[in-house]
């Protein structure tokens, strides 16, 4: 098999902070080549982590990106900035001598996922960036490496450990009693290791002089893609549109992201039942809830638009997915002609990190639509 292109050092910044059910950069790389010489704005009302930002940035295209996730928006961000590791690491060591005397969460899980000093390190730098007022590429880069590295796979030896965190999927957050119970019957002890260092090996494989700057930061956005203030009259400029929707019935986004978010400044434990931007609760309900992004982003002020989704379903979810995302479109109430329909590659992403921890994923069955406004 191919080695990903996601592995090539030009295109480090992707993969500042992995992300379960990772979008394969070498999708919208592929599509969008087709249309570099019409030089389009790009738009991807999913972004994610920001992966059809970056494809666009590498080839000189403007991008912007919505998505209802904070923890996405965070790490899309860093797609757009550019990047300077002694200033980042500068401010890292700021924050921790500012914030020292910070308050860190006292459970049994945090106990056990973290070293003491490294915990009270990570707080300082958490606090630090919570009191940001107006974001810099320095501040949007630190979170996002600090996301990165707050867990994963502890490493054999102290040199090459990239995680702040005991034993974890470097994909998505264990869940705090499951992980407290895996440490104590392995007997395993949280590193302690140097926040800045790990930081520091994270940030030198970065920084790319290629990386053309093509946008702003705020062209990766928090929204709602349904709804219409979601895409204010300067943002609708795009004539492409590159994006993969939320697998279907896969409703636990920011579950299992939850100790990502509590760096941004959520709660120190997982709260079900968050909202989810897409309704998933019946093939109707979900395919009108998705015509409603695609209605939004008909409202381009672009001559032509052309869609390529990537839409898969999780396993268990017994739905016809090509059949989902043709109800989708009908459902928005805009023409639509279908150019081209295939399958793509397996989406077992994340199998690998999971299986650090014995956790069970699925491969998902997805495909790759090509349409065009009429």
Same mark, same amino acid.
């Given at each position: ?17 992995? %992300? ?6 070498? %999708? ?6 087709? /249309? ?7 738009? #991807?009302?999913?972004? @994610? ?10 080839? *000189?295209? &403007? ?35 500012? !914030? &020292?005397?910070?308050?860190?969460? #006292? ?7 973290? !070293? ?31 996301? @990165?590295? =707050?867990? +994963?796979?502890? @490493? ?6 990239? %995680? ?12 705090? #009693? %499951? ?35 093509? @946008?702003?930061?705020? #062209?990766?956005?928090?929204? $709602? ?38 760096? =941004? +400044? ?6 079900? +039942? ?16 998705? +015509? ?15 869609? !390529? ?23 928005? *109430? ?21 299986? !650090? ?6 491969? &998902?069955?997805? /495909? $790759? ?6």
């Amino acid at each position: 098999m191919p080695r990903s292109i996601a592995y090539e050092r030009d295109n480090a910044l992707n993969a500042i902070c992995p %992300y379960f059910t990772m979008f394969p950069l070498e %999708y919208p790389l592929g599509v969008l080549k087709q /249309y570099r010489k019409a030089n389009p704005v790009v738009m #991807d009302p999913f972004c @994610g982590r920001g992966t059809t930002l970056f494809a666009a940035r590498k080839l *000189g295209l &403007a991008a912007r990106g919505i998505d209802s996730s904070p923890i996405a928006v965070a790490i899309a961000r860093a797609k757009l900035a550019a990047v300077d590791t002694l200033k980042v690491l500068e401010l890292a060591k700021r924050y921790m001598e500012e !914030h &020292a005397p910070v308050a860190v969460p #006292d459970n049994s899980f945090f106990r056990a996922a973290f !070293h003491p000093d490294v915990l009270l390190n990570v707080c300082a730098i958490r606090e630090g960036l919570l009191r940001v007022g107006r974001e810099t590429d320095t501040t949007v880069i630190l979170r996002a490496a600090m996301l @990165g590295c =707050l867990h +994963g796979p502890t @490493g054999k030896t102290a040199e090459r450990r990239s %995680y702040f965190s005991n034993q974890m999927p470097r994909t998505f957050s264990s869940k705090p #009693d %499951y992980s407290v119970r895996y440490w104590m019957e392995r007997q395993l002890v949280a590193p302690e290791v140097d926040v800045i260092k790990v930081l520091e090996r994270k940030l030198r494989r970065l920084d790319s002089p290629q990386l053309l700057q093509t @946008g702003v930061l705020t #062209d990766a956005r928090r929204g $709602d893609s349904r709804v219409a203030a979601s895409l204010p009259p300067a943002c609708r400029d795009f004539s492409v549109v590159v994006t993969s929707p939320p697998y279907y019935g896969m409703r636990t986004y920011v579950e299992d992201q939850w100790l990502r978010n509590w760096f =941004l +400044g959520g709660e120190d434990h997982v709260i079900y +039942g968050k909202s989810t931007q897409l309704q998933h609760t019946g093939f109707e309900t979900f395919a009108v809830s998705l +015509g409603k992004v695609w209605k939004n982003m008909a409202r381009t002020t672009a001559e032509d638009l052309d869609m !390529h989704i990537r839409f898969g379903i999780i396993p268990s979810a017994k739905v016809d997915a090509k059949a989902l995302v043709r109800a989708s479109l009908e459902a928005s *109430g805009v023409q639509w002609a279908e150019v081209s329909v295939r399958s793509a590659k397996t989406a077992a992403s994340g199998k690998r990190q999971a299986d !650090h921890m014995a956790a069970g994923s699925a491969a &998902a069955r997805e /495909y $790759d639509f090509h349409v065009k406004r009429i």
